[in-house]
């Protein structure tokens, strides 16, 4: 037995070997094969074929003053602050389409937060203001779905708040818009409604910091790459949803974008 044991490790070898010699020298240089596949995150990009992929999700909170206040905060000596979700929070939302939106579990207090959200094609770091917005390639619209309930009682304890914005689908997107077909967005009506009543109603120009400032100022804590994505932060009037509640988001300039809670 051993020596058929031998003969077929010997056999595989040969075997392996030739297949090594049959593959592209590209391939030999990706290194060792993963034990198991993982999945990517890539956004639709409108007009495009090709897709986003998402390296992180940046999020700006408190950015704008009214939203500031609301969360027990003010703004004037309070400066924005950062958190991240997982890349694979991310739920796609495509336009003319109501996507499901499953209520997630253990909160009791489910809150929409609608945001414009910025899409990175580079990056960098200390990246100055006047520079920020070259390394925007497009815009969409967002939804930082947040468990207040879970979020308020981890911050009580002085606990890290990922159970309450970190959670899977919590980042709800629409398709992302090149800003070379868009521009940029330094104002504009951004709303939020539910089963037809408005509940969030500001302007993109009430930002706190401009995305711009914001990519200047994530980059000092951070080195910005290629598929961040920033969500920018909520108007005032945030507020809970119940499963059978249909959303629909509003930034101007963009297509709408809508869930149903169920
Ligand atoms: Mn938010």
Known sequence: MDTVDRRTILATG???LAGAAATSSAEAQAGPKAIFPVGTTTIPIVGETDVFPVRRIYCIGRNYAAHAREMGSDPNREPPF???????AIQNVAIGTVADHPYPSLTKNYHYEVELVAALK??????SPEAALEHVYGYALGLDMTRRDL?????DEKKPWEIGKSFDRSAVLGPIHPAAKIGHFTKG???????GNVKQNSNLQNM??????????????FE?????????????????????????????GLPDMSIKIV
């Open 189 to 195: 009506a951004i709303s939020l409604a539910v089963n």
């Open 224 to 252: 910005l790459k290629a598929g961040d994505i920033i969500y920018s932060g909520t108007p005032e009037n945030v507020g809970p949803v119940v499963k059978g509640d249909l959303l629909l988001c509003k930034i101007e």
């Open 151 to 155: 979020q308020r009682a981890m911050g």
């Open 122 to 127: 580079s990056g960098g770091s200390n990246i």
């Open 14 to 16: 040969a075997l392996a």
């Open 208 to 221: 706190i910091w401009s995305v711009a400032e914001q990519i200047a100022k994530l980059s000092e804590a």
């Open 82 to 88: 950062f958190f991240q979700k997982p890349t694979d």
